[in-house]
């Protein structure tokens, strides 16, 4: 939720790129928000107006008492769409952030409560519980509060996969310039041209959060762990902060990690899908007129396909736009199902 002062500062900006006196400079403008989520850290909320301090701070003391938020009209959205399958969980939630639970809501949470019948510590009963969840759903998540509690609970889960457990050093380096204060006021500050090189394994653990901008200088992983984007590395093909996924191999060069395979989170419900290879092949009619070379006549298309498992393959036409089965999809060939000795079905794993 945005505050009332970020409220104004939208409408005085609107006023200048429109060049209008009206309120938001004469646009309609549509917010959404829950007006019961916490309100926004040392800010009033949105639907506050702005008391003199706030007033004198951000505008010089000339919207005291100023209040936006009254010119909107207010229309409650009644649908919930993101538990729009499990509406006795989505009535459940409704509950909860309003303070009228029920003892069957009670009794509902209680019964997703982690079973611990050994009374091991919560952490390693945790954890326990999680890889053994990870066999049926590889891409179960698991949240916690602290960042610390997030180091020790992967640190538990990959004790518990039994596999080989590997370090990646960060060999990204960073520039630290040495600007000279000022000693009088009126001379102007001067920057050191020539910056220093600093690596990031020359850095304290407790100073990376602030100097690398939450990147880690080591990470420690494991086949079958997850693992998070937390740069933009390639937006074309999707691979933007925030993507998780599951590792499944990595490639060593002169005995380090070079290569990360991860499968992505995104593609769990299309990782092999597979679709009729007839739909990509020719007719017979087709065939009897379409030469090696005549790709013109068939529109691009070959009247044969020579296939092996892990080739890379391309959609030339679209199959099924719902799905996002277009022309131009590529991927890798992973599986092949055959029907009376000929190829019936491809499972392809999409790359982008």
């Known amino acids: 939720m945005v505050s009332s002062i970020v409220l104004v500062q939208l409408s005085n900006r609107l006023k200048e790129i429109k060049g209008s006196s009206q309120d938001f400079g004469g646009v309609n403008a549509l917010v959404f928000g829950d007006l019961l989520q916490?309100?926004?850290?040392r800010a009033p909320p949105v639907f506050k107006g702005v008391n003199s301090y706030m007033a004198r701070k951000f505008f010089g003391g000339r919207a005291s008492g100023v209040n936006k938020w009254r010119q909107f009209k207010f229309y409650e959205l009644t649908e919930n769409v993101r538990q729009a399958d499990d509406v006795e969980f989505a009535n459940l939630l409704n509950r909860m952030r309003v303070g009228t639970m029920t003892d069957a809501d009670i009794s509902v949470l209680k019964a997703r409560e982690i079973p611990n019948p050994h009374n091991h510590p919560a952490m390693e009963n945790a954890a326990s519980y999680y890889v053994d969840l990870m066999k049926q759903d590889p891409f179960a998540m698991t949240l916690l509060p602290m960042v610390d509690q997030v180091s020790l609970f992967n640190e538990m889960v990959m004790q518990r996969l039994g596999g080989t457990i590997f370090i990646l050093n960060a060999s990204d380096s960073f520039l630290k310039s040495n600007p000279r204060k000022c000693t009088r006021p009126w001379q102007l500050a001067k920057y050191n041209i020539n910056v220093t090189t600093r690596r990031a394994d020359d850095v304290a653990d407790d100073g990376i959060p602030e100097t690398a901008g939450g990147l880690r200088k080591t990470l420690r992983l494991a086949i079958g762990c997850r693992v998070m984007l937390k740069r933009n590395v390639d937006r074309v093909?999707?691979?933007?902060?925030?993507?998780?996924?599951?590792?499944?191999?990595?490639e060593e060069v002169n005995g380090e990690v070079w290569k990360l395979g991860v499968r992505l989170v995104k593609q769990a419900h299309n990782y092999l899908r597979a679709f009729p290879i007839c739909g990509l092949l020719q007719t017979e009619q087709a065939e009897e007129r379409v030469q090696d070379d005549g790709r013109e006549v068939a529109g691009g298309l070959r009247k044969t396909l020579r296939l092996a498992i892990g080739c890379r393959v391309i959609l030339k036409r679209n199959v099924d736009r719902v799905n996002g089965l277009v022309n131009g999809l590529n991927g890798v060939l992973e599986a092949i199902e055959e029907r009376d000795g000929n190829a019936w079905k491809l499972g392809v794993r999409k790359v982008n």
Do not use: D, Q, S
Request: zero cysteines; proline letters at 11%; charged letters at 15%.
């Open 38 to 41: 916490w309100p926004p850290v």
């Open 237 to 250: 093909k999707g691979f933007v902060n925030g993507l998780t996924g599951v590792l499944e191999r990595f």
